[in-house]
């Protein structure tokens, strides 16, 4: 089969291709960066090097293929950030329409059956909405829980304030998943046949803040690592001072709430996986210290 893939040699974007051309499928992968073409080819797959902004680009990239990967990348420059993901969905789904590719794995998120107080995650129920209008195509949405890789952005955090916490309490419950995971899911949708239009969370372990703490703690020699809540004005604050920009950071800011008040979560607790990604917490937390 052959496949295009966005998201260039991301987390999930990478290990997914890896996969596919693994199982002797041809890929190409759509990358903004043409420094990134020898990596790409090492892997063997094929490098479209231009934006998710270019339509005409996109078509060409999707066009003839047995199916698409798409994911809306990350621009924290961006001074509304619902609007440039919408807007790059509206794109994706513009390309989608002049190519005639049939079938769609979107990633999505956990979250994204909310219109609104969500930060970031609001524009991916957009894009959830925008490909539903799209006739005669599959689509297959891919909400995936809280990355684990995330984070690695406490790092310093952790480091310098000997803490780990964000704008929600110690006993708030949260979903993570590994985005190796998440790729495993999408190269086996990808290699499937489905129609319509569905929906498959993605999880790879469920636990607290406080265990989060506890866990990672234990990891990197600090097993009394306390999760602390924040007020809102100093997770915003304290994003900024980490280099965030207002618009990301207030965004953020509100994806917190939306996880304190257990909104975030509840489609997923209604409509859960029926099995676990592989990686679990404690799997990470080794990951986690290596690289602290």
């Given at each position: 089969?052959?496949?295009t893939?966005?998201g260039?040699l991301?987390?999930?974007?990478?290990?997914?291709?890896?996969?596919l051309?693994a199982?002797?499928?041809?890929?190409?992968?759509?990358?903004?960066d043409a420094?990134k073409?020898k990596a790409?080819e090492e892997l063997?797959?094929t490098?479209?090097?231009?934006?998710?902004?270019?339509?005409a680009?996109?078509t060409e990239?999707f066009s003839?293929?047995?199916?698409?990967?798409?994911?809306?990348p990350p621009?924290?420059?961006?001074p509304?950030?619902?609007?440039?993901?919408?807007?790059?969905?509206?794109k994706?789904?513009?390309?989608?329409?002049?190519?005639?590719?049939?079938r769609?794995?979107?990633?999505?998120?956990?979250?994204?059956?909310l219109?609104?107080?969500?930060?970031?995650?609001?524009g991916?129920?957009?894009v959830?909405?925008?490909?539903?209008k799209?006739?005669?195509v599959a689509?297959?949405?891919?909400?995936?829980?809280?990355?684990y890789?995330?984070?690695?952005g406490?790092?310093?955090?952790?480091?310098?304030?000997?803490?780990?916490?964000?704008?929600?309490d110690?006993?708030?419950p949260?979903v993570?998943?590994h985005?190796?995971?998440?790729?495993?899911?999408a190269?086996?949708?990808?290699?499937r046949?489905f129609?319509g239009?569905?929906?498959?969370y993605?999880?790879?372990d469920?636990?607290?803040?406080a265990?989060?703490?506890?866990?990672l703690?234990?990891?990197?020699?600090k097993?009394?690592?306390?999760?602390?809540?924040?007020?809102?004005?100093d997770?915003?604050q304290?994003?900024?001072?980490?280099?965030?920009p207002?618009?990301?950071?207030k965004?953020?800011?509100?994806?917190?709430?939306?996880?304190?008040?257990?909104?975030?979560?509840e489609?997923y607790?209604?409509n859960?996986?029926?099995?676990?990604?592989?990686?679990?917490?404690?799997?990470f937390?080794?990951?986690?210290?290596?690289?602290?």
């Amino acid at each position: 089969m052959n496949f295009t893939i966005t998201g260039s040699l991301g987390h999930i974007s990478k290990p997914l291709a890896e996969t596919l051309i693994a199982a002797g499928h041809q890929v190409t992968i759509i990358s903004s960066d043409a420094a990134k073409v020898k990596a790409i080819e090492e892997l063997g797959a094929t490098a479209a090097i231009g934006s998710v902004e270019d339509v005409a680009f996109l078509t060409e990239a999707f066009s003839g293929k047995d199916a698409i990967y798409t994911m809306v990348p990350p621009n924290f420059g961006a001074p509304n950030i619902r609007e440039f993901i919408s807007g790059t969905g509206k794109k994706y789904a513009e390309a989608i329409k002049a190519s005639g590719v049939k079938r769609v794995v979107n990633l999505s998120s956990i979250g994204a059956h909310l219109d609104g107080g969500t930060g970031p995650i609001s524009g991916l129920h957009d894009v959830e909405q925008t490909y539903s209008k799209l006739d005669g195509v599959a689509v297959k949405h891919l909400r995936p829980a809280f990355f684990y890789v995330n984070f690695y952005g406490n790092v310093d955090m952790i480091k310098h304030a000997g803490i780990l916490g964000s704008n929600y309490d110690a006993e708030t419950p949260l979903v993570l998943v590994h985005p190796n995971d998440i790729a495993a899911v999408a190269a086996e949708e990808l290699q499937r046949g489905f129609e319509g239009n569905g929906i498959r969370y993605i999880a790879s372990d469920e636990s607290t803040a406080a265990n989060v703490a506890s866990v990672l703690g234990a990891a990197i020699g600090k097993p009394e690592l306390p999760w602390v809540e924040f007020s809102d004005a100093d997770a915003l604050q304290g994003m900024m001072q980490a280099g965030l920009p207002e618009p990301m950071a207030k965004s953020y800011v509100e994806m917190g709430n939306a996880t304190k008040s257990g909104k975030l979560y509840e489609d997923y607790f209604n409509n859960k996986p029926s099995s676990f990604g592989k990686t679990k917490l404690e799997d990470f937390a080794q990951e986690f210290a290596k690289a602290f």
